[in-house]
């Protein structure tokens, strides 16, 4: 497993060892220890979500406050644009966006820790993506940032009209989101 540093320190892009030869291939998606040994975290995941998308769709940017979500996501099956932004108010990069691209050929995780809203973009004929998550989902802690707020400077790679469920087109904008405050 190789970790790849992002312009958040606490954000980590990993690539795993993947064993090739004439069959195919095969590869860890997580192991507990070789994670922690790589990355000196142990999160206690309590959920493994997975998510079908269209071409075109965007979900997100979603977080919680007070019950706080880490998380590490991968695309299973084609291509995602993915995207996470600094909720943290005491943050020195707070409202900063970082994206990078999750693919099923280059099999690329992206550990989201606590703090961080989360979307992607599926894109070409669609996409499937896994995520473990290190709180369970609370209605009453999510928080929705609008995806395509000027303020985050997310150059999204559409293709189209975005696909979007109403619950993410009614998002806020930066500067009326509640940021994340804790430590």
């Known amino acids: 497993m190789k970790v790849?540093?992002?312009?958040?320190?606490?954000?980590?892009l990993i690539e795993p060892t993947v064993h090739a030869d004439a069959r195919g291939a095969f590869f860890e998606s997580y192991n507990a220890r070789a994670f922690g040994?790589?990355?000196?975290?142990?999160p206690?995941?309590?959920?493994?979500?997975q998510s079908?998308?269209?071409?075109?769709?965007?979900?997100?940017?979603?977080?919680?406050?007070?019950?706080?979500?880490?998380?590490?996501v991968r695309a299973v099956k084609g291509t995602v644009f993915d995207v996470v932004v600094d909720?943290?108010?005491?943050?020195?990069?707070?409202g900063k966006s970082l994206s990078v691209v999750l693919s099923d050929s280059n099999r690329?995780?992206?550990?989201?820790?606590?703090?961080?809203a989360h979307g992607f973009l599926a894109l070409g004929e669609g996409a499937e993506?896994?995520?473990?998550?290190?709180?369970?989902?609370?209605?009453?802690?999510?928080?929705?940032?609008?995806?395509?707020?000027?303020?985050l400077g997310i150059d999204w790679p559409l293709t189209g009209a975005p696909?979007?469920?109403?619950?993410?087109?009614?998002?806020?904008?930066?500067?009326?989101?509640?940021p994340c405050d804790f430590p």
């Open 129 to 151: 993506c896994a995520y473990k998550i290190t709180s369970y989902w609370s209605p009453a802690h999510e928080r929705i940032l609008l995806w395509n707020d000027p303020a």
């Open 163 to 178: 696909v979007i469920s109403e619950k993410d087109r009614a998002g806020h904008l930066l500067q009326d989101a509640e």
């Open 4 to 12: 790849l540093p992002t312009i958040f320190p606490e954000v980590l």
């Open 44 to 49: 206690d995941f309590v959920q493994d979500n």
């Open 87 to 94: 909720m943290r108010r005491a943050s020195p990069t707070f």
């Open 108 to 116: 690329r995780q992206l550990w989201i820790p606590p703090g961080f």
């Open 37 to 42: 040994q790589a990355t000196g975290l142990c």
């Open 52 to 72: 079908v998308s269209v071409a075109n769709t965007v979900r997100g940017l979603h977080y919680q406050v007070g019950q706080p979500q880490g998380k590490l």
